[in-house]
Nanobody, 124 residues
Framework: QVQLVESGGGLVQPGGSLRLSCAAS????????IGWFRQAPGKEREGVSC????????YYADSVKGRFTISRDNAKNTVYLQMNSLKPEDTAVYYC?????????????????WGQGTQVTVSS
């Protein structure tokens, strides 16, 4: 049974940092690409960042380039999203997703498994 569990969300002031974690079970992480997506109320789900299996490629949305960093620890079956210089427009529910793929994309429909999400709120 594949399960993805996000953690690390919370309330942070503008300019602050958070690190999100995506803990996977029921799969061997080094075979999967992992994507981070976010959705704010009334908006479409958008791709934030992704990492291919064994770090063969990464992508970032233009809105987060230079501020967010995706990484993985296959021994812990966990993927991380380090978020720095946070802005109010980063406020959303953040989801991780897994795809049995060599290379990742920021297209939500390509992913097979999804977590329940973790809330990130950036506010003063």
């Amino acid at each position: 049974q594949v399960q993805l569990v996000e953690s690390g969300g919370g309330l942070v002031q503008p300019g602050g940092s958070l690190r999100l974690s995506c803990a996977a079970s029921g799969l061997v992480l080094d075979y999967y690409s992992i994507g981070w997506f976010r959705q704010a109320p009334g908006k479409e789900r958008e791709g934030v960042s992704c990492i291919g299996n064994n770090d063969d490629n990464t992508y970032y949305a233009d809105s987060v380039k230079g501020r967010f960093t995706i990484s993985r620890d296959n021994a812990k079956n966990t993927v991380y999203l380090q978020m720095n210089s946070l802005k109010p427009e980063d406020t959303a529910v953040y989801y991780c997703a897994a795809d049995l793929s060599f290379r990742c994309t920021l297209v939500a429909g390509t992913y097979d498994y999804w977590g329940q999400g973790t809330q990130v709120t950036v506010s003063s």
